[in-house]
């Protein structure tokens, strides 16, 4: 299944995040395995160093580059636009591609302004076809965003039922953003995973807990990233397109948001420990 973003392009409901899976193998590995079991669009970024991996496997695969959608993200060592001109680039030379589907200013600090003009230039130039940003809350995408020449086709954060990001979607929507949705399973969080909103449906549909929340997630407009290391559970996370949740099972899910996450990107200093603990190059 599709969304079509504000700029046209479609892109797969469901990605597949390789966050924290080391490069040389183990991300050539998972990316292979999760498109042979049909996800046609992987989630990484320059700064979980294993794009060269997410190239080869789609090398690889056997399919077409047209039908595997790529997203990465720049870091913010590369912020500001000559910086971020050449992270694009390396980004490119990294998987080995003409085309980059969707590429995203993975933090919101220091020479946003600079770095998202780079990013236009390459949208304009046909290196990336969708451009879009990371971890804008509400204050940070209105104290940056309204000075853009173009709108961000997407606004990747956390979200779950336990934090279903309601202020931001006030933002979004009106302007036809999509979210899309990390750690969209609350990282595995056994409160959510075992609340009687979410097993109730699942064994109404004969799906586990994680199909029921990216279910939801879905049904709401959100593009979804989950990640998982387990075979039959990476393969299950795309397997949520033949049931459907009714409205009462809709609301009752929405009744579960504590409108709080594990991140918070306005806290004081976030940038500068980002910048200070993830060095991808010198
Ligand atoms: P595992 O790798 O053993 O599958 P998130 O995507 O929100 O970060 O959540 C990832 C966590 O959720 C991982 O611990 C993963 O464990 C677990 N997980 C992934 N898919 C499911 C699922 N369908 N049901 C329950 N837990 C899941």
Known sequence: ?????????????????????????PTYTATLEALKAGYRHIDTAAAYMNES?????????????????ITSKLWLQDYGYDNAVKGIDTSLRNLGTEYIDMYLLHQPYGDVAGAWKALEDAKAQGKIKSIGVSNMTPKIWNEFVPKFKTLPAVNQVECNPFFQQKKLRAVLDPLNVRLEAWYPLGHGNNDLLTSPAITAPAQKYGKNAGQVILRFEVQEGFIVLPKSTNPERIKGNLNIFD????????????????????????????????????????
Do not use: C, Q, W
Not at 53 to 69: T, W
Not at 253 to 259: E, K, Q, S, Y
């Open 1 to 25: 299944m599709n969304f079509t973003l504000n700029d046209g392009n479609n892109i797969p409901a469901v990605g597949f995040g390789v966050f924290m899976i080391p490069n040389d193998g």
């Open 53 to 69: 991996d997410v190239g080869k496997a789609v090398r690889d695969s056997g399919l077409k580059r047209e039908e595997v959608f």
């Open 243 to 282: 049931f459907s949740l009714t409205d009462d099972e809709m609301n009752a899910i929405r009744a579960l948001d504590t409108g709080k996450g594990s991140h918070d990107p306005e806290a004081t200093g976030v940038g500068e420990t980002l910048l200070k603990n993830y060095k991808i190059h010198d």
